[in-house]
Structure formats: structure tokens, C-alpha cells
């Protein structure tokens, strides 16, 4: 991962890929487990609606969960569930509806997210891939986008129009993964690294 912005809080991270979720893993997973073992409360969100599996990695049911939340059915507290102490919680999908409106535009997520705040330390986000219009919506909602790009398959031209994508809509790219990498797991952690020392001069700013 590359370029840490500066921006003044990165509480809420959401993590967007250039192709659909094929290999079963998630980098947004990957992020918050990393943050919660360095002592932070995380709260790991599955904001895929279309193709789940944030809560197969981690061997949680999936019959209510965010889209419960959103559609005023569920509360968080009734769904979110402690995998990690008082460190992990993951937020699941639940059982979309699949329908054609994009559920993130509504006021519930705006409160959820806020809620989320004033409860954890982080929120990472496993969005749905850049081309659906909810990675739009959700980047717009965060404090940063870290953007999944699989060489061989996502040319340079198209990643930089992905990202001129995002940034117009006020969204900032805070960093890069490059899949299929010798050094990805190295980069990864590095980017853990900065993530933490940002906080600490975040706090020491006046």
C-alpha cells in the first residue's frame, strides 16, 4: 500500500476493489484484524450487499446484519458480533433484498456510521467492487479509500480514471493494494504501521 494522505481523522476506512471478490479473501479483513491486534477497538463492516463473505471468514451466521440495521429492523447492538475480546467486532451483511435502490444513500447510514464512531477506534468497511454505484456512495462516507487493484487485470489508465472516479466525489485514496505481489503481505503491514503513527500525530496535533 502507498500514499497516506494527510487528512486529519481515519477512523472510517472503506476497502474497494477493481474486480468482484473472486478468491474468497478480503484486504478490509486483513486491515481490521492487523488494527484490533495493536490494541485499537475495531469494527469491521461487511457493506457488500451483493456477494457477501466477510462472515464465512470468520465462521459467523449471516441470516440478519447491516442491511437489517438499515432497512430500521434490527439495532447494532443486536447484530454486530465480538470475535476478537473487545478488540473485533464484525458487522455482517445480512440477507439483502437485492433490490435496484442503493441502501447506503439513506439516513440510517449516516447515524450507523456515527454511531460507530463515538463506539470504536476504527471502522473498516468491505465495500462492494469501485464499479457498483454503492462504493461510490460509501466513498463518501469515510475518512478513506483504500483501493484493491489486481495487476494483469486492471491496466494503469483505468486505475487512474478509478481513482479520479472517487476523488471527485470529495472521496480521498489513503492507499493501494496490489494482489498477487511478492511483497503484498510486507506492504500491507507497512501500511498498518503508518496508519498507527498517523493516529499518534493526530493526537499530538493541536
Known amino acids: 500500500m502507498e500514499n497516506i494522505q494527510t487528512t486529519r481523522s481515519l477512523k472510517t476506512i472503506l476497502v474497494t476493489t477493481t474486480r468482484a471478490y473472486s478468491d474468497g479473501s478480503s484486504v478490509a479483513a486483513d486491515i481490521a484484524t492487523m488494527v484490533a491486534h495493536n490494541g485499537k477497538r475495531v469494527a469491521l ?3 457488500d450487499l451483493r456477494c457477501p463473505l466477510v462472515h464465512n471468514l470468520f465462521n459467523l451466521p449471516n441470516r440478519v446484519g447491516l442491511i437489517d440495521i438499515l432497512h430500521g429492523q434490527r439495532s447494532l447492538s443486536g ?3 465480538s470475535v476478537n475480546s473487545n478488540h473485533l467486532f464484525v458487522l455482517t451483511a445480512g440477507q439483502s ?3 435496484k435502490s442503493d441502501p447506503f444513500t439513506s439516513s440510517k447510514m449516516a447515524k450507523l456510521i456515527s454511531q460507530l464512531n463515538s463506539d470504536f477506534d476504527k471502522i473498516i468497511i ?3 467492487p469501485f464499479f457498483y454505484t ?3 456512495t460509501l466513498a463518501t462516507k469515510v475518512d478513506g ?3 484493491l487493484i489486481h495487476p ?3 491496466k494503469s489508465d483505468t486505475s487512474r480514471a478509478i481513482m479520479d472516479k472517487f476523488q471527485k466525489t470529495g472521496a480521498k485514496i489513503i492507499g493501494i493494494v496490489m494482489r498477487n505481489q511478492p511483497k503484498y503481505q510486507m506492504n ?3 501500511f498498518i504501521d503508518k496508519l498507527l503513527t498517523f493516529d499518534r500525530r493526530a493526537r499530538l496535533a493541536p
Open 45 to 47: 463492516l461487511d457493506a
Open 79 to 81: 447484530v454486530i458480533h
Open 97 to 99: 433484498t437485492k433490490g
Open 126 to 128: 468491505h465495500g462492494p
Open 134 to 136: 454503492e462504493a461510490t
Open 145 to 147: 479509500v483504500v483501493l
Open 152 to 154: 494483469g487485470h486492471t
Open 188 to 190: 500491507q503491514s507497512a
